[in-house]
C-alpha cells in the first residue's frame, strides 16, 4: 500500500496489475508494465473535479516503488486521443514528458503541481473567478470556521466541576465568548432555554447522560455548531460531536496572533460571563457579569504569603461558586480540589477530612444539614459528653458574641473548651484548618449562625451576589394575600422549622389566597446513593417520636394513623410561631404533612438546595387546593379538622 498527496487531501491507491489498470484513451504500451497508478477516474470520485493523472513508466519492472522520472502528470480534461502508437514510441514520449514536466531537485518546496513525498507540497490550481478562486483551506481550517466562536456568543457548560470546566469557561472568554453555565439538574427544555437565550455556538458537556439532553433539543438551537464531551467515552459518532481530545487538537494551529486581537479588544466593563439564575421563581434569569468584579472579595491571602485550598463543589453555573472557586482563585493563587459530583448527596464532608481547606464556601441548606449531622451525632453520645457539649457551646457563644462587640479578651474556660471540645468539632468535620467559613446565595437562620459559633466557628455572611439575592427577603418570593398583604415566607418557614425539630423542610402557601397554609415534610434517612428521601425516619426524629412516646419509625406511619402526640406538637410549635406575627395575615391556618422530604432527586431543590417554590406549588397542587375549599376563611388557630388532608 502506498500514498500519494494531491491537493492537501490523502488518497490511498495500490498497486494493480495490466489487466485491472483503466487509462483514458486506451491501454499502456508494455504487456508486463506494473507501477503505481491514480486514474482519473479514481481521483475525480474522491474530489468530485476532473484533476491530473498519473502514468508509470513501461520501462519500470519488478519493484513497485515510484520515483519522481518514472511519473507523467497529464492535467488535460477527461476525454483524451486514442493511444495508437507503435510499441517503444509511448515509452520514448512519455519519457519526454516527464523530463519537461517533473521537478528538479532544486525545485522550491510548493513549485510543482504534484509529489510522491508524504510530507511534501505542491502547487495549487487557482482559478480567476469562481470557486476556484477562493483561497485554499485545510481541513483544519475549515472544521475550525465551521466550529468557530462566533463574538459575544455563548459556550453553554454542563457538568459537574472539573479542570475542564475551567479551562472551558476561561477559554470562551479569551475566544471571545461568553462562559454560561447550565445546571446539571435541568431538563433538557431547560437546558435549552438558556443555550437559545445565549445564542450558545458550542455547548460542553459532562458524559453521555447530559449529551442526551442537548441531542434532544439541538434541532432547536440555531447558532449551536458542536457538540463536546469531557468524560466518558463518546458511545456514538455523530456529525459536530468532539471528545476533549479532538476539541483540543482543533485550536492547535490557532496562530497566537489571532487569540491576542481579540484579548485585546477586550474591556473590563464588557460582559464576560452570563449567570442563569436556577430558576427557584420561574423562569432562569440572565444576568452579566464583568470581568472588573471578580478580585479579592473573600478575603483570601495571597499565594505568595500563604497558599489557601478550597474545595469545588457547588455548582460552578452559580455566581457564588465562580468567584471562589474560579476567579479568586485564580487571582490569588488559591489551589482548589474538586469534590465528587455526590457532594451535595453526603460525600462532602468526607472530602473536607481529606483535603482539609483553608477556606469554606457553605449555602445555608449545607450548614443546615452539617448542624443536624452533628447533633443527631451527639444525641448517641454519653451523659458525661453531652454535659461537656453542653458547657462548652454556651462558653463560645458567649465569648464569641462579645467578640463581634469589640471585646479581645478571652477567657480561661474558653481556652479549656477549645481543648476538649471546639478542635476535636472542627477536625471531626474537616475545618481545623480553616480561618474563613462563608454563607451566601439565601439566607441561614440566626439559630444555624449561633449553633456554629458556639462552637467556635463564625460563618460570615455574604450578600450581593446577583440581583434575586440582594436582601435576605427577596421580592421575588414574596406572598401577595388576597388582602394584599406582602408576606416574606422564609421568616415564617424558618420559625416553624426551629420550633418543631421533627420537620425536615416548610413551604408557605396562600398567594392571592384569604390566609396561609404551609406544606411540611419530616426528617428522614436519605439513600446515599441516589439522594432519595427514604421513608424511614432519620436519628434525630426517632428521638424526638420517643420523648413525645410515639412508637413510629416511618414517616409514613405517622401520616397514615395521624400519629396524635406527633400532630399535637406540630400544632403546638406552630401555634407558639403565630403567637409572634405581627398580623393575623403573617398567622399559618392549616397545614398538612407530606409523603416524601424535599431533595435534588425529587426535583424540589435546585443545585445550590434552595426550594423551587413553583415546582412545589405544581407538585401539590391538589394538596394546596384542599386548603381552600372551605368558603369561610378560619378564624384564629386552626382548628383539629385542618391539621391533614390525606
Not at 481530545?245 to 474591556?267: A, H, N, T
Not at 465562580?322 to 460525600?347: E, N
Not at 425529587?602 to 375549599?629: C, S, W
Request: charged letters at 25%.
Amino acid at each position: 500500500m502506498r500514498q500519494i498527496c494531491l491537493l492537501g487531501a490523502s488518497l490511498k491507491i495500490k498497486d494493480i496489475p495490466r489487466r485491472a489498470r483503466r487509462r483514458c484513451g486506451g491501454e499502456a504500451a508494455g504487456p508486463e508494465m506494473r507501477g503505481t497508478v491514480l486514474c482519473e477516474s479514481d481521483a475525480g470520485m474522491a474530489l468530485a473535479e476532473p484533476v491530473s493523472m498519473v502514468y508509470c513508466n513501461s520501462a519500470l519492472q519488478g519493484s513497485c516503488e515510484l520515483a519522481r522520472e518514472d511519473v507523467l502528470l497529464n492535467s488535460s480534461p477527461r476525454t483524451a486521443e486514442p493511444h495508437n502508437s507503435e510499441p517503444g514510441e509511448d515509452s520514448k514520449m512519455e519519457r519526454c514528458q516527464v523530463d519537461s514536466l517533473c521537478p528538479k531537485a532544486s525545485s522550491s518546496p510548493g513549485s510543482s503541481v504534484w509529489t510522491t513525498r508524504c510530507d511534501g507540497e505542491v502547487r495549487l490550481r487557482m482559478e480567476e473567478q469562481g470557486p476556484g478562486s477562493e483561497a485554499p483551506k485545510t481541513v483544519h481550517q475549515l472544521l475550525q470556521e465551521s466550529l468557530g466562536l462566533e463574538r459575544f456568543h455563548g459556550v453553554g457548560i454542563l457538568g459537574f466541576n472539573s479542570a475542564e470546566w475551567f479551562i472551558a469557561d476561561i477559554g470562551a472568554i479569551l475566544a471571545g465568548g461568553f462562559a454560561v453555565g447550565i445546571y446539571t439538574t435541568n431538563s433538557p427544555e431547560a437546558c435549552h432555554y438558556v443555550a437559545e437565550n445565549c445564542s450558545a455556538n458550542i455547548i460542553v458537556v459532562e458524559n453521555h447522560k447530559q449529551l442526551q439532553k442537548i441531542l434532544e433539543i439541538e434541532h432547536r438551537l440555531p447558532h449551536l455548531k458542536g457538540i463536546v464531551q469531557y468524560r466518558e467515552e463518546i458511545k456514538e459518532k455523530r456529525p459536530n460531536l468532539y471528545s476533549w481530545r479532538e476539541f483540543m487538537e482543533l485550536g492547535r494551529d490557532v496562530p497566537d496572533s489571532r487569540l491576542r486581537e481579540i484579548v485585546e479588544s477586550q474591556k473590563p466593563n464588557q460582559c464576560c460571563t452570563l449567570i442563569y439564575t436556577s430558576g427557584t421563581t420561574g423562569q432562569p434569569k440572565g444576568l452579566t457579569w464583568t470581568a472588573a468584579v471578580a478580585a479579592r472579595f473573600i478575603m483570601l491571602r495571597d499565594a505568595h504569603d500563604r497558599q489557601e485550598e478550597v474545595v469545588s463543589y457547588l455548582p460552578l453555573s452559580h455566581i457564588a461558586a465562580q468567584m471562589c472557586d474560579i476567579w479568586a482563585a485564580m487571582t490569588l493563587g488559591v489551589q482548589v480540589y474538586f469534590a465528587q459530583p455526590d457532594a451535595l448527596k453526603g460525600s462532602l464532608v468526607e472530602t473536607l477530612k481529606e483535603v482539609r481547606p483553608t477556606a469554606f464556601l457553605g449555602v445555608p441548606r449545607v450548614w443546615e444539614k452539617m448542624e443536624e449531622k452533628m447533633k443527631s451525632v451527639g444525641m448517641k453520645a454519653s451523659a458525661l459528653r453531652r454535659r461537656v457539649a453542653t458547657w462548652a457551646k454556651g462558653v463560645g457563644l458567649q465569648t464569641n458574641l462579645k467578640r463581634m462587640n469589640g471585646c479581645s479578651e478571652v477567657p480561661v474556660n474558653f481556652r479549656l473548651a477549645q481543648q476538649l471540645v471546639y478542635r476535636k468539632v472542627r477536625k471531626a468535620i474537616g475545618l481545623d484548618r480553616c480561618t474563613k467559613c462563608y454563607t451566601g446565595a439565601a439566607p441561614i437562620t440566626r439559630e444555624t449562625l449561633e449553633f456554629f459559633l458556639s462552637l467556635n466557628i463564625p460563618v460570615l455572611e455574604l450578600y450581593g451576589m446577583t440581583p434575586p439575592y440582594l436582601t435576605p427577603s427577596s421580592s421575588a418570593e414574596l406572598i401577595i394575600t388576597a388582602g394584599g398583604e406582602n408576606i416574606p415566607p422564609i421568616p415564617i418557614e424558618d420559625a416553624v422549622k426551629n420550633a418543631v425539630p421533627i420537620i425536615s423542610n416548610a413551604m408557605l402557601v396562600g398567594d392571592k389566597a384569604k390566609f396561609l397554609s404551609m406544606l411540611l415534610t419530616l426528617k428522614c434517612v436519605v439513600d446515599e446513593e441516589t439522594g432519595e428521601p427514604r421513608d424511614d425516619l432519620a436519628p434525630e426524629a426517632l428521638e424526638f417520636c420517643q420523648k413525645l412516646g410515639s412508637k413510629a419509625t416511618k414517616v409514613s406511619e405517622i401520616i397514615s394513623s395521624k400519629d396524635k402526640a406527633i400532630y399535637a406538637a406540630i400544632q403546638k410549635g406552630i401555634s407558639a410561631v403565630n403567637e409572634r406575627a405581627v398580623s393575623n395575615a403573617q398567622k399559618v391556618q392549616k397545614w398538612v404533612l407530606l409523603e416524601k422530604d424535599f431533595s435534588l432527586f425529587g426535583g424540589e431543590l435546585g443545585p445550590t438546595l434552595k426550594l423551587k417554590r413553583p415546582v412545589v406549588a405544581h407538585k401539590y397542587q391538589d394538596q394546596i387546593a384542599q386548603f381552600y375549599t372551605d368558603i369561610e376563611t378560619p378564624s384564629g388557630e386552626p382548628s383539629t379538622r385542618t391539621q391533614s388532608l390525606h
